[in-house]
């Protein structure tokens, strides 16, 4: 049975930091793309940053230096390192993962992953 399940949420200030993690079971984390997607109140969930299993990385615009996504395979953990976070950051921030044999290339796009955690609440005041 496949669980993916975040954790790191917060509050934090403006120009603060803060370290998600998700742990994954029930697959072969190195056949998997990784990614984090975020949803802030009244809008559609959002690409932050995805990974595949040699370490290539994707961000969106809005995050590119400021989050760093990395993954620990032994482990099957992946991670989100953000920095300098600004109240916009505010959002649920989901885990997802998908097989790498359903997609082409690095993706943000929802659709193309087909397991994701409950999400973790990441608050950040002005």
């Known amino acids: 049975q496949v669980q993916v399940m975040e954790s790191g949420g917060g509050s934090v200030q403006s120009g603060g930091s803060l370290r998600l993690s998700c742990v994954v079971s029930g697959f072969t984390y190195a056949n998997y793309y990784m990614a984090w997607f975020r949803q802030a109140p009244g809008k559609e969930r959002e690409g932050v940053a995805s990974i595949d299993s040699e370490g290539t990385t994707k961000y969106a615009d809005s995050v590119k230096g400021r989050f760093d996504i990395s993954q620990d395979n032994a482990k099957k953990t992946l991670y989100l390192q953000m920095n300098n976070l600004k109240p916009d950051d505010t959002a649920v921030y989901y885990c997802?993962?998908?097989?790498?044999?359903?997609?082409?290339?690095?993706?943000?796009?929802?659709?193309?992953?087909?397991?994701w955690g409950q999400g973790t609440q990441v608050t950040v005041s002005s």
């Open positions: 997802a993962a998908t097989h790498s044999s359903t997609v082409q290339i690095l993706t943000l796009t929802e659709a193309d992953f087909n397991y």
